[in-house]
């Protein structure tokens, strides 16, 4: 059975810092890999995502997440924090094969602080 | 592009009294659709999915049921609220059976339910 964990429900970072949120997974089969993120009181957007291919991955709003198998991680990355990434972000893992729903993480909360 | 419309936004109810949330998805057809409770700190937790029209399968058993009486409608329904169903729902659609399982699941904007 798939499974996601995030580590950290909260993180605080500075305007302009590097912001790390952390995603680790479990699989049977090769997973697809997912960021989305939801602001308040909204649905979830996709942030990015791995299927095949690079292991790095590039986003919307400037984020990028390294997929890397021998970790069973997926860690979310941006250089430099904006006030506008104040938000809720979500990992999430599906199977690349059959009809089985995403597994989503937790969730970690990110602030910015000015 | 796909769109999730769901409604209310926001609902309050009382104890007891029954529910009805509706889903609807424009853009798409023979969707994969999704019910999702978030409560505080406790992440998305998936409560049904229906790969197509009258087909449900529940995650959790719970006070809540569903159904999809057609192709592109996701309903979530209760006869008896109880102060644990407060939540935010939110509905979603992904890709159906035969298609690949890279594509996104795209998300409504959410209906708040506090159950006084």
């Known amino acids: 059975a798939q499974s996601v964990t995030q580590l950290g429900s909260h993180v605080s970072v500075s305007e302009g810092a590097l912001v790390l949120l952390r995603c680790n997974y479990s699989?049977?089969?090769?997973?697809?890999l997912f960021w989305y993120v939801q602001y308040p009181n909204q649905g979830l957007q996709l942030l990015l995502k791995?299927?095949?291919?690079?292991?790095l991955v590039k986003g919307i709003n400037g984020f990028e997440a390294e997929f890397k198998k021998s970790e069973t991680s997926f860690h979310l990355t941006k250089p430099s924090a904006h006030m506008s990434d104040a938000a809720e972000y979500f990992c999430?893992?599906?199977?690349?094969?059959?009809?089985?729903?995403?597994?989503f993480g937790k969730g970690t909360r990110l602030s910015v602080i000015a | 592009s796909q769109t999730i419309h769901q409604w209310p936004a926001t609902l309050v109810q009382p104890v007891g009294s029954p529910l009805s949330l509706e889903c609807t998805v424009e853009?798409?057809?023979?969707?994969?659709l999704y019910w999702y409770r978030q409560a505080a700190g406790r992440g998305l937790q998936l409560l049904f999915y229906?790969?197509?029209?009258?087909?449900i399968s529940s995650e959790v058993p719970q006070n809540l049921s569903a159904s999809r009486p057609q192709d592109r409608q996701f309903i979530l329904s209760s006869k008896k609220l109880l102060l644990s169903d407060s939540g935010f729902y939110l509905c979603?659609?992904?890709?159906?059976?035969?298609?690949?399982?890279?594509?996104?699941?795209?998300f409504g904007n959410g209906t708040r339910l506090t159950v006084t």
């Open positions: 979603a659609s992904g890709p159906g059976q035969g298609v690949s399982y890279n594509s996104p699941l795209h």
């Open positions: 699989s049977s089969v090769p997973p697809y």
């Open positions: 791995y299927t095949t291919g690079a292991t």
């Open positions: 999430a893992v599906s199977e690349n094969s059959g009809n089985t729903p995403l597994v």
């Open positions: 853009g798409t057809s023979n969707p994969n």
């Open positions: 229906s790969v197509g029209i009258g087909q």
